[in-house]
């Protein structure tokens, strides 16, 4: 049984650009959530989604926007991307409404240079 | 929102001690915490988890404590082995979304 993957595992892109970010949820999970975790710090909530649409969302600019698919893969989208983005991408799967904690993918290591 | 405080930041045993670390959190409606193991290159791994309906919990040489009425809880590992060293991550839910605290470095030292 595949947990959750994500691609890219690494990507560096030049301030300005526009990012993608994919993750495959855990096989039976229908939720996806995005973190943010800047090195030497804890996961920063970006956004949930459920359904396909956005379920809640953290404090982050709208240079980030996120997309769910029926298949209930997700994707993460950054704009205009700042030094300040360089950060793991931390993509976690649940069952919506359980009583169970996140399954989190390994990440995608995004440099802005 | 919730906000999980943790600490220590850094926290070094000898292997074969024991390993505490503590986080606060601050919306009483939080239901559920979970702890999360992070190795050098990988996502955060659940370890253990609690409900805000239990005081303690243990699995093997891992155990967690919650006191709701002070909004703290607790990791305590035991009889620590040198993979027990890395990050980790307190966390607390409400409505499906997990707060995670800023993480503790655990080393075990030979």
């Known amino acids: 049984d595949a947990g959750v993957t994500q691609s890219p595992t690494h990507l560096i892109k030049t301030r300005g650009q526009q990012v993608t970010l994919r993750c495959s949820p855990k096989?039976?999970?229908?939720?996806v959530s995005w973190y943010q975790q800047a090195l030497g710090q804890g996961p920063q909530f970006i956004f949930q989604?459920?359904?396909?649409?956005?379920?809640q969302r953290g404090n982050f600019p709208d240079r980030f926007s996120g997309h769910q698919f029926p298949n209930y893969s997700s994707e993460l989208n950054v704009n205009a991307l700042l030094l300040g983005d360089s950060a793991l991408y931390l993509c976690?799967?649940?069952?919506?409404?359980?009583?169970?904690?996140?399954?989190f993918g390994s990440g995608t290591r995004l440099t802005v240079v | 929102g919730e906000n999980v405080e943790q600490h220590p930041s850094t926290l070094s045993v000898q292997e074969g001690d024991s390993a505490v670390i503590k986080c606060t959190y601050s919306?009483?409606?939080?239901?559920?915490f979970p702890w999360y193991k992070q190795e050098l290159g990988k996502g955060p791994q659940l370890i253990i988890d609690?409900?805000?309906?239990?005081g303690e919990k243990k699995d093997q040489r891992i155990a967690v404590t919650l006191n709701k009425t002070a909004k703290h809880f607790s990791l305590h590992i035991t009889e620590t082995q040198p993979e027990d060293s890395a990050v980790y991550f307190c966390?607390?839910?409400?409505?499906?979304?997990?707060?995670f605290g800023k993480g503790t470095r655990l080393h075990i030292l030979p």
């Open positions: 609690i409900r805000s309906n239990v």
């Open positions: 966390a607390a839910r409400r409505d499906d979304k997990i707060i």
């Open positions: 096989s039976g999970h229908d939720t």
């Open positions: 919306d009483s409606a939080s239901n559920y």
């Open positions: 976690a799967s649940s069952v919506v409404s359980s009583n169970y904690g996140y399954t």
């Open positions: 989604y459920y359904e396909e649409e956005e379920r």
